[in-house]
């Protein structure tokens, strides 16, 4: 018996645009995240991990940079993820903030999620507006850069870059 894989997620996909979201402990952060995810669900894009960008692990952070395009998804206006783009030298992405789209910021992690799918049309409609770059740098194989062989395929997460110190 076989059995069937979900389809990759973190590895580039054919519209090239990488999608990032704060993920953050809120009503917002959340929501952030579960935009992303339907974003890439339905094949707006593929979705990186943003910490691993705040780790400054190379290979994510060389493949973020090799992305032609680039939506960063915060839940407010601290703007967490637009500064951890920043933070390793990425300026040209577009970028959106939840709590500017209608929606207060409160501690309900499962708050307002009857709000989710208008701000995914909101946020994949303004996503398909972006320019696309001159890709600067090659992409990393394995899907997201952890350096393991990306989660569509087996492998062993021990192998990542984490580990191999
Ligand atoms: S942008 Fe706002 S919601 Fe997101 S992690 Fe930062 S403080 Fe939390």
Redesign the pocket.
């Known amino acids: 018996m076989t059995t069937e894989r979900p389809k990759c997620s973190c590895n580039g996909g054919s519209t090239g645009l990488l999608i990032y979201s704060?993920?953050?402990?809120?009503n917002?952060?959340q929501l952030?995240n579960e935009v992303a995810i339907e974003m890439a669900r339905s094949g707006k894009g593929s979705m990186g991990c943003l910490i691993g960008l705040g780790a400054h692990v190379s290979t994510m952070v060389q493949n973020a940079k090799a992305a032609n395009r680039i939506m960063m998804i915060?839940?407010?206006?601290?703007?967490?993820?637009?500064k951890a783009l920043e933070h390793i030298g990425l300026t040209n992405f577009d970028s959106v903030?939840?709590?500017e789209m209608g929606i207060k910021?409160n501690c309900d992690l499962k708050g307002d999620r009857d709000k989710l799918p208008e701000l995914v049309k909101l946020i994949s409609g303004r996503a398909g507006t972006i320019t696309p770059l001159i890709i600067g740098e090659e992409r990393v194989d394995g899907g997201c850069g952890c350096g393991t062989e990306g989660c569509c395929t087996d492998h062993d997460e021990e192998k990542g870059e984490g580990a191999k110190k």
């Open positions: 704060c993920a953050g402990s809120s917002v952060g952030a915060d839940g407010c206006g601290v703007r967490c993820g637009m903030v939840i709590t910021k």
